[in-house]
C-alpha cells in the first residue's frame, strides 16, 4: 500500500524521479546520492547542489550509459556510498550490472574520492574476494576495517587498510543467505524471470563499541559476529561461523541503521512501520518509530560515528 497522505513531522528535502537508495552528507554541508538503476538506467552518483540540482558525480563520463558494462572509466553499477571516517566519499560499484547477473571482470571496487580536489584518490579492487555471481552491496567502516557485504553469492569481505588486503569469509553461510521469500506491498518479491528474488548479505551495521558487526540478507533474520574474530586473519572458518548467532527475527528489510547508543532501525520493506526489538532479547533496542501512510520503501542510512582506539575484547 502506497502512502495516502502527508505525514506534518516529515519534511521533504531533495527529491528525484529517479530510485535512490543511498544518502551522503559532509560536514560542510555537501552532499551525494546514488541510484542503484532498480528503475532502468541513468545517473548513478550525483551531488545535490544548493538549488536541489543533481550534478553527475565525479562528472558524467563516469556515469555514461554503455551498451556493455565496462569498468574503464566507467561505473558498472553504484549500490550504495558513504562519507568514511577520512571523510573521503566511498562509492561502493557492485561489479554487476544485476543481483543475480554475470558479475563484470575487475567491475567489483570501492572508489575512494578526495572531496577538496573531486578526484579519485584510491580504488579497491574486490576481485580476489568475488565470485561470478557476487553482488557488491554495501560497507561498514571499524577503525581499521572496512566490512563489506555480497548480495550476490553470500558472504562478507574484510578490507584491511593499513595495506589494502582483503579476505572473503563466512562464504554461503546461512546467516548471510536469502532462504525465505521476500515481500513488500503485501506481494511477494519476484525477479524478471518470476522466480522469487534472493539478495543474500545485504544490511549490515556496527555497534557503537566496535565489538559487533550485525548483518542480515533482505528477507532477515539478522545476525551478528564479534568484529574481533573477524579482525583477525588467523581466525579459522570453522571457529568464525560457529561465532555467527542469531539476534531479531526481522522480517523482509530494506534497510537498517544504528544510533550511538546501539537502538537498531529495522525498515519493514514497503510496510511503514519498523519492527520493536524481540523481548526476549534484552539486548535487541530496536524500537518502534512513528509510522503512518507518509513513508513507504524506506533504506535507512545511519550516519557516520567516528570512533577512535581498539574495541574491547
Not at 148 to 170: F, H, K, M, Q, Y
Not at 182 to 189: E, K, N, P, S, Y
Request: charged share 25%; glycine share 12%.
Amino acid at each position: 500500500m502506497l502512502p495516502t497522505r502527508e505525514d506534518p513531522r516529515l519534511q521533504a528535502v531533495w527529491q528525484a524521479d529517479r530510485v535512490w537508495n543511498g544518502v551522503a552528507t559532509t560536514r560542510d554541508g555537501r552532499a551525494f546520492v546514488s541510484f542503484p538503476s532498480a528503475d532502468g538506467p541513468g545517473l548513478q552518483a550525483a551531488e545535490i547542489s544548493r538549488d536541489g540540482t543533481l550534478i553527475p558525480y565525479p562528472d558524467a563520463a563516469w556515469n555514461a550509459m554503455r551498451a556493455r558494462p565496462d569498468p574503464d572509466g566507467a561505473f558498472v553499477r553504484v549500490n550504495a556510498l558513504r562519507i568514511g571516517p577520512d571523510g573521503r566519499l566511498w562509492i561502493i560499484d557492485a561489479g554487476a550490472p544485476g543481483i543475480g547477473k554475470p558479475a563484470v571482470p575487475g567491475g567489483a571496487r570501492l572508489l575512494v574520492y578526495d572531496l577538496g580536489s573531486d578526484r579519485l584518490a584510491t580504488t579497491y579492487n574486490l576481485a580476489v574476494g568475488v565470485g561470478p555471481r557476487s553482488y557488491i552491496d554495501d560497507i561498514r567502516f571499524n577503525g581499521g576495517h572496512v566490512y563489506i557485504t555480497d548480495a550476490g553469492e553470500p558472504g562478507l569481505l574484510v578490507l584491511r587498510l593499513s595495506d589494502g588486503s582483503i579476505r572473503r569469509v563466512l562464504d554461503s553461510h546461512p546467516a548471510l543467505t536469502d532462504q525465505r521469500t521476500m515481500r513488500a506491498d503485501g506481494r511477494d518479491l519476484l525477479d524478471e524471470d518470476g522466480k522469487p528474488l534472493r539478495v543474500h548479505a545485504d544490511q549490515l551495521e556496527v555497534s557503537p563499541d566496535g565489538r559487533w558487526l550485525y548483518v542480515q540478507p533482505s528477507s532477515g533474520p539478522l545476525a551478528r559476529v564479534p568484529t574481533m574474530l573477524l579482525d583477525d586473519p588467523t581466525t579459522s572458518p570453522e571457529r568464525l561461523a560457529a561465532a555467527v548467532e542469531p539476534f531479531y527475527d526481522s522480517p523482509t528489510t530494506g534497510g537498517t541503521a544504528i544510533d550511538a547508543n546501539g537502538g537498531r532501525d529495522v525498515d519493514r520493506s514497503r510496510g511503514m512501520a519498523v519492527d520493536p526489538g524481540n523481548p526476549a532479547e534484552p539486548d535487541a533496542r530496536i524500537c518502534r518509530r512513528p509510522a503512518g501512510g507518509a513513508l513507504s520503501g524506506l533504506d535507512l542510512s545511519p550516519p557516520h560515528r567516528r570512533r577512535s582506539g581498539r574495541q574491547r575484547p
